[in-house]
């Protein structure tokens, strides 16, 4: 009897936990979950449903002659399977700005994924592709991912008030700020 072949990650930047690899249209259908899923959707704001086909059309290659998204497939290395993505998006290349994101399955809330996600995200974006500044944004009431961004280093930039709908209301977004030099003098 033939063994299951294993479908093996691409690892492009690796921690202890988790592993950021290049997309895989083969799990075009794990994204949509992802985006769909009522949990996630609710602060990563995607508002409208999201297709399999618009999400195929976003790894379309792009007639840009620089790319200003950059796209991680988050593997888990133990449990031998993809439990997110991750990345920069708005990629400004001559202020070097950028700004993080990351979308994680619910079951794999709390386990510090998020945090060491983002400390790789943020690594390769200094000491590879020399950024200057990261932000990531996020709904005042969700302090799950307010704690991610602390523990990485990032720090409270603004306050944009009233600025999402969620739950019939409008509340604030944080903006957290983290620079190339601090997270050189701590790392």
Avoid at 39 to 65: G, L, N, V
Avoid at 150 to 161: C, D, P, Q, V, W
Wanted: net charge positive; glycine share 4%.
């Amino acid at each position: 009897m033939s063994e299951k072949k294993e479908d093996k990650p691409l690892p492009f930047l690796e921690g202890e936990n988790v592993a950021l690899c290049p997309a895989n249209i083969d799990h075009i259908n794990l994204y949509a979950a992802w985006m769909n899923n009522p949990k996630t959707r609710k602060y990563a704001r995607y508002e409208m449903p999201q297709t399999i086909e618009e999400i195929k059309k976003q790894f379309e290659p792009k007639k840009e002659p620089v790319k200003n998204d950059i796209f991680f497939e988050i593997w888990h290395n133990k449990d031998k399977k993809p439990i997110g993505f991750a990345g920069l998006i708005r990629i400004q290349w001559f202020t070097r700005n950028a700004h993080i994101y990351f979308v994680i399955d619910p079951e794999y809330w709390g386990r510090n994924i998020g945090t060491e996600a983002g400390r790789l995200v943020v690594d390769y974006a200094y000491k590879e592709l020399n950024l200057h500044k990261i932000t990531a944004r996020m709904a005042a009431p969700n302090k799950s991912s307010h704690r991610v961004a602390e523990k990485i280093g990032f720090k409270h930039e603004i306050t944009l008030k009233k600025e999402v709908y969620i739950d019939g209301e409008h509340v604030d977004v944080i903006e957290y700020a983290i620079f190339k030099d601090d997270w050189m003098k701590s790392h």
